[in-house]
């Protein structure tokens, strides 16, 4: 991702406060350790042209898995899910700009500075919210490519798969590289099981005779709050949906395949260790179904799902 020109005046959340983006900082010795525990969530908030707001999709269940990230890391949130929330709404009240859509990243860290190996159980964590502006792939037609990376996914016997903390997306970057190696674009972790589980930051869906299937928890999957949204709405529409076990086999033969994810959003895949998917071109009728429905809910354009969205007016703050 190419970061975009920062803007005049931007400001970042910090522990409770706006500040300057510049002031923003911690002393080099405080990174090292107190990365390894640190959790984060990337949220998407869309504008709306028809509303005239930015609509921030499912902040307060971002922010409870965040919390609940730092306390399984036995880190010490200072702040709850809601109060994270309206953080981040009044974030985006600063930031937010008409026709433009913004990434948050919430994160949080051990405070202070630390020189121990491993950071004590308790400590304090520290939480910011960044943003960024960011350009929406949702009906832009881009496909990818994935290949089974040589790199297993991350067992969750060591470390806890819902556990969304830097340390565990090391996997996924050694994943990516591997996969890119080879010419595709994404990996694909299979587990010990050879066991299909996840892409790098993105969940996996495969479309077997117009059922959406998806890996179940076991497999050793982040419990994905966009996967959770698109198999509501696809129920939603008439969308048979499964979780289940997924030999890496079944990709290769599946009718369609996609990937899910705040970022990813819903991101068509056109082949799998150069297995054509569909036509190996572009994405099947199911896919775009699904993409259609998220794009609508995430612009507010769906009346039915109005709690998912935190609306905020640009410039409001």
Not at 12 to 30: Q, S
Not at 297 to 308: D, I
């Amino acid at each position: 991702m190419t970061m975009p020109a920062e803007r005049p005046g931007r400001v970042i959340w910090r522990d409770g406060e706006f500040i300057p983006w510049d002031d923003a900082v911690v002393h080099v010795n405080a990174v090292g350790h107190a990365s390894v525990s640190a959790a984060f969530e990337g949220v998407h908030a869309y504008w709306s042209p028809t509303r005239r707001q930015l609509l921030g999709f499912r902040l307060r269940d971002h922010m409870r898995r965040l919390v609940d990230s730092l306390r399984l890391g036995s880190l010490r949130p200072s702040f709850d899910a809601d109060e994270l929330t309206a953080a981040a709404a009044g974030l985006l009240a600063r930031v937010g700009a008409p026709g433009r859509d913004v990434y948050l990243r919430p994160w949080g860290f051990a405070a202070g500075l630390h020189r121990e190996q491993m950071v004590p159980a308790g400590t304090r964590a520290e939480v910011v919210i960044d943003s960024w502006d960011f350009t929406s792939k949702l009906g832009q037609g881009q496909t990818c490519a994935l290949a089974v990376s040589s790199w297993p996914r991350l067992n969750s016997s060591a470390s806890p798969a819902g556990l969304k903390v830097f340390s565990n997306y090391h996997n996924g970057r050694l994943g990516t590289i591997d996969a890119r190696s080879r010419g595709a674009d994404w990996p694909v972790f299979v587990n010990a099981n050879g066991e299909v589980t996840e892409s790098s930051g993105a969940c996996i869906v495969m479309v077997v005779d117009g059922t959406l299937c998806t890996p179940d928890p076991g497999s050793g999957i982040l419990d994905s709050i966009t996967r959770r949204s698109v198999f509501e709405l696809a129920a939603e529409a008439g969308i048979p949906t499964r979780t289940r076990r997924i030999e890496r086999t079944e990709l290769y033969l599946a009718d369609e395949v996609f990937l899910l994810g705040t970022a990813a959003e819903v991101l068509p895949v056109v082949s799998v260790d150069g297995f054509a998917i569909g036509d190996g071109a572009q994405a099947g009728p199911v896919t775009r179904k699904v993409e259609s429905l998220y794009h609508q809910a995430v612009r507010g354009a769906l009346s039915t799902h109005e709690a998912w969205l935190t609306a905020v007016e640009p410039g409001s703050a």
